[in-house]
Nanobody
């Protein structure tokens, strides 16, 4: 059983930055494609970014492209999300997800996700 624990959320002013981390335990991290999703109040959970098992393929939602950067450290069993130029519309609970032997492309539509983290709140004030 894999556990995903997110950290790094908080309150930031528009234009600011945050770095989220997702630490995985209980499995072979390199066998998992990883991703970040978010859910704003009253809205459905949506794709933000996914990364392949090797880190060689990355997919970003158009709304965050050029502002957010995902990376992974397979030696530390951790995936990161650097968020810059934050906007009030980025306010949401951010969830880390893992897909065992999955692909980053399939994860974009939440296909093959094996585990979810508990989420971390990101609030961007205007």
């Amino acid at each position: 059983q894999v556990q995903l624990v997110e950290s790094g959320g908080g309150l930031v002013q528009a234009g600011g930055s945050l770095r989220l981390s997702c630490a995985a335990s209980g499995g072979t991290f390199s066998r998992y494609a990883m991703g970040w999703f978010r859910q704003a109040p009253g809205k459905e959970r949506e794709f933000v970014v996914t990364i392949s098992r090797s880190g060689g393929s990355i997919y970003y939602a158009d709304s965050v492209k050029g502002r957010f950067t995902i990376s992974r450290d397979n030696a530390k069993n951790t995936v990161y999300l650097q968020m810059n130029s934050l906007k009030p519309e980025d306010t949401a609970v951010y969830y880390c997800a893992a897909a065992f032997d999955g692909t980053a492309q399939a994860m974009k539509i939440m296909r093959g996700i094996s585990y979810w983290g508990q989420g971390t709140q990101v609030t961007v004030s205007s």
